[in-house]
């Protein structure tokens, strides 16, 4: 990008990112995604991407899939694809089509992960590739008197030598295969692998590339974060998934439960999703979560610049009023702070009137960055109940631009006069703020 052409925008968006490259460099990330990444071609961009993550310090394991390569060479050799309870049956004349389909998709991955041209995102990148025996299968069996043959599950992870390879540097890069002890080649789902060896590994995320955009509410509207219950709740609903998501979201859940801090599930059809679910605070598809990311809590005198950085911009627009740091270390004990993934992304403070059974609800804010999630309201209800605790009846709030946004809640407009009386002592007439009461 020639100098000229580097926007403020290019700059600030760079120094947004600088928390996300602190927080993950030396984390374990294991990314799973289907053969038919490399199928449809879109593979080239997403080497560039994961040679971005191994260049920012991430450990790297990466786990391929291979099934519509293996379906097409089945059907070459005239070999059915056999199912048996949404399993694939794996007979020996089969495993050999396995086998070479799964290695024709590794050589062609490892091709592009060698790329090193000039004038292309991979210049300078040296990323080794390595694979080998990391993961030990076992037969599923029979089930249901069918014997499944050479399909088989995860037993065991070498984690160790996973390890060995990650402390050195290098991207493993694993296969949907298996190996046994007595020396057979068990065919394994990549789904199986990837939450098995996160699982082991105890890997910081788990990412699986989909075909969707990632887990969709009953209106099709993205659900950005489900926790392990509201993924569960997913899943026993009545309506029909996309096959991606019955495949992903338990295996989300799985790693969730063993200790897998985050699972995200993202589109293999975007451009750069995994950067931009990486590295944005809103992500672009599901993360499963163990539990909400969100905390509304008491606001301690460590928070005070995070409030302030959070009230300046609406200061500086004249939605509130100017509160310098020594007033608002003072007042501190009237706030509280809604956190989103440790990060202070809303507030207000509650002044209470107890001779006229009143409260004042100030200082209400939301990170512009953080709108339309319907924060605003938690932290309404919140103060709402807070002041109900303390005996009052009424809440009030003094507003010059978002009366609309409290008259949808339920307040409607009052005379100055209807102020407790020390408020109205203070009330500035310049500033002409409306008053909004609310019973509560
Ligand atoms: N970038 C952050 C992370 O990787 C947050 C991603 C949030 N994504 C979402 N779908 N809500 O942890």
Redesign the pocket.
């Known amino acids: 990008m020639p100098i000229t052409t580097i926007s403020a925008d290019f700059v600030a968006w760079f120094r947004s990112v600088a928390p996300?490259i602190n927080?993950?460099r030396g984390k374990t990330f294991v990314i799973a995604f289907g053969g038919e990444v490399v199928a449809d071609g879109k593979f080239v961009e997403l080497t560039h991407d994961f040679n971005l993550l191994a260049a920012l310090g991430i450990r790297l394991v990466l786990v391929h899939g291979a099934r519509p390569q293996i379906e097409r060479h089945l059907a070459k050799n005239n070999l059915g694809d056999t199912y048996h309870q949404g399993i694939r049956m794996t007979d020996a004349e089969s495993m050999q089509c396995v086998k070479e389909a799964v290695g024709r998709v590794r050589v062609e991955i490892e091709a592009l992960l060698s790329m090193g041209l000039a004038n292309s995102p991979m210049a300078n990148a040296d990323i080794r590739v390595a694979g080998g025996n990391f993961i030990t299968a076992q037969p599923i069996g029979i089930i249901n008197g069918v014997d499944l043959m050479h399909t088989g599950s995860v037993r065991k992870v070498d984690v160790a030598a996973l390890n060995d390879r990650m402390d050195f540097g290098e991207v493993v890069l694993l296969s949907p295969l298996g190996y046994s002890p007595t020396g057979e080649v068990f065919n394994v789902t990549l789904e199986d692998i990837a939450t098995a060896t996160a699982i082991a590994l105890d890997a910081d995320?788990l990412v699986f590339l989909m075909d969707t955009d990632?887990v969709q509410d009953k209106k099709g509207k993205l659900l950005?974060?489900l926790t392990i219950a509201g993924a569960q709740a997913v899943l026993s609903g009545k309506r029909k998934l996309p096959d991606d998501v019955s495949l992903y979201l338990p295996c989300a859940i799985r790693a969730c439960e063993a200790g897998v801090a985050?699972t995200?599930l993202?589109s293999r059809h975007t451009d750069g999703a995994v950067l931009q679910?990486?590295?944005?605070?809103?992500?672009?598809?599901?993360?499963v979560v163990e539990s909400t990311l969100n905390t509304l809590r008491a606001a301690t005198i460590e928070d005070v610049g995070g409030i302030l950085h959070l009230l300046r911009p609406l200061e500086a627009e004249g939605i509130l009023v100017r509160r310098n740091r020594e007033l608002l270390e003072r007042e501190i004990a009237r706030f509280v702070v809604l956190e989103h993934?440790h990060r202070i992304v809303g507030c207000a403070a509650l002044y209470p009137f107890p001779d006229e059974a009143a409260a004042e609800l100030a200082c209400l804010a939301v990170d512009a960055q953080c709108r339309n999630r319907g924060y605003g309201q938690v932290i309404l209800d919140h103060m709402t109940s807070l002041a109900k605790t303390q005996g009052l009846k009424k809440l009030f709030v003094l507003t010059t631009r978002t009366a609309h946004w409290f008259i949808e809640r339920g307040f409607s407009e009052a005379d100055v006069s209807a102020l407790p009386a020390q408020k109205k002592s203070l009330y500035n007439y310049q500033r002409k703020s409306k008053v909004f009461v609310r019973k509560i």
């Open positions: 996300y927080a993950f995320k990632g950005k974060e985050r995200h993202i679910e990486l590295f944005s605070d809103e992500g672009i598809g599901t993360m993934d």
